[in-house]
């Protein structure tokens, strides 16, 4: 089974604090994906940020995404429906502290794309605990964004070096199976 984990397509990392137009286009592009995700039976879970004081990110970005606010809900571009899990995440990684490692586990997860934002903070820590975890991982380039060209880079070079991830294009994501 392949999951499609999406991370943190929220209003702070797309049109908020946080946010950039490199994030708000590439929402096209991720739709596709999970259309693609829902004609092949993947389990669609997205991951969103949802903080609590005390949480150690707030002291280096400062209060975001707390829990039950504007800023941690998932921007209504994206394709979402009831079916989905949406797991709330308090660090950047979707797997410390959440379900995710259960629910994989109990669906026979053995293959993971990691989508959305930023490439080289939260999705980059999530493909690292999915590595971890003995998952084979995937990034597709066209969904996934930074908040620059040159983090964005950083992030796929690092994780392809480094995980083993297979970096693909949107045009072959169909293929993963
Ligand atoms: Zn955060």
């Given amino acids: 089974m392949i999951a499609l984990i999406i991370v943190d397509m929220i209003h702070e990392f797309v049109d908020g604090k946080f946010g950039s137009k490199r994030a708000v286009s590439m929402v096209d592009n991720l739709n596709r994906l999970i259309s693609i995700g ?22 280096v970005w400062g209060p975001h995404a707390m829990k039950g606010s504007f800023s941690s809900e998932i921007v209504p571009g994206i394709q979402l429906r009831p079916e989905d899990i949406v797991i709330e995440k308090n660090s950047y990684d979707a797997f ?10 109990e669906k026979n997860v053995d293959k993971v794309i990691v989508a959305g934002v930023s490439t080289d903070i939260c999705v980059l820590h999530t493909v690292c605990h ?24 950083f992030g796929l070079k690092y994780m392809k070096t480094i995980y083993g991830t297979k ?11």
């Fill in 130 to 153: 999915a590595f971890f975890l003995g998952y084979e991982t995937y990034v597709v380039e066209e969904c996934t964004e930074s908040m620059k060209e040159s983090n964005k880079e």
């Fill in 167 to 177: 970096i693909i294009g949107l045009e072959r994501a169909g293929e993963i199976g």
């Fill in 38 to 59: 829902r004609e092949k039976g993947w389990l669609i879970v997205f991951a969103r940020d949802s903080h609590s004081e005390g949480d150690p990110e707030l002291k």
């Fill in 96 to 105: 410390f502290k959440t379900d995710l490692e259960r629910i994989l586990s």
